[in-house]
């Protein structure tokens, strides 16, 4: 059984546009928030989808007791990280083994949200020696983080090892600011949305992937991101 925002103006009830969006996530691997009611997050994907059997599978935790808390869940959302956001639920969800591993199954939905808006448009930021730093308050001190992606409404920075206590969901964050190859520092206040489980390293610590959402954003700030984002397109365009 699967639950959704039924009367959202972004649903699609479809369900042969519904397995194409589906399979499509599937064929470019697109990274995916799962979010529990109970408040466990996972990065994961969609490995296969089978419109005949009516289930899809997707990339499982690396930790058996994190997969078992999933398992369980009352309700789990979905939603894509990038691009145009995809979200759906479900209230039920199994642990399967395929040929190349174990994964978690779920019915095809009956309804997504596949929304369009700008403050989801989200571009990977630059790495290397063009990469956007974010800094942030902790005590005394600042934590410094690259940001991973960016959009006009949040950041995504990854952390290796345990997040700090002030990563925390719907928590403040005051005083940080961004430096940008044009406008130089940019003063933000965020408020965490998410923090997800992704891939360890190599020398084994765990990386988390934290959505940092803007908090009174000031057309100013909003335009010099949009610059950015706009010169990022530019870029990626040209090496293409």
């Known amino acids: 059984m699967t639950h959704h925002h039924e009367n959202s103006p972004f649903a699609l ?25 109970e408040g466990l997050g996972l990065v994961t994907s ?23 808390r999933i398992r369980n869940s009352r309700l789990v959302t979905f939603t894509t990280q990038t691009g145009i956001k995809v979200r759906w639920q479900a209230s039920q969800m199994q642990l399967v083994t395929l040929s190349d591993g174990d994964a978690f199954s779920m019915a095809i939905p009956s309804s997504i949200e596949r929304i369009q808006r700008r403050e989801y448009f ?18 005394a001190r600042f934590i410094e983080v690259p940001v991973a992606d960016i959009s ?37 206040r965020f408020r965490v949305c998410g923090i997800w489980t992704s ?14 959402e803007f908090a009174g954003l000031g057309r100013a700030a ?15 365009i040209s090496l293409k």
């Not at 952390?159 to 003063?187: R, W, Y």
């Not at 909003?222 to 990626?236: A, D, K, P």
Request: aromatic residues 6%.
């Open 222 to 236: 909003e335009s010099i991101i949009q610059r950015y984002m706009v010169q990022l397109e530019r870029e990626r």
């Open 13 to 37: 009830h479809n369900r042969k546009e519904i397995v194409f969006i589906l399979e499509d996530l599937a064929k470019n691997h697109t990274a995916i928030n799962l979010d529990t009611q």
């Open 122 to 139: 989200r571009m990977s930021s630059h790495f290397g020696n063009k990469t956007l730093i974010c800094k942030i308050p902790f005590g």
């Open 199 to 212: 891939s360890q390293t190599k020398s084994g610590e765990q990386m988390h992937h934290i959505g940092l």
């Open 152 to 188: 006009v409404g949040g950041i995504g920075i990854d952390v290796k090892g345990t997040p700090p206590e002030i990563f925390s969901q719907s928590e403040m964050l005051e005083g940080c600011s961004i430096d940008f190859p044009s406008a130089g520092s940019v003063p933000f």
């Open 46 to 68: 969609v490995l296969e989808v089978d419109s005949e059997e009516n289930s899809i599978c997707l990339d499982i935790s690396p930790d058996a007791r994190t997969n078992e």
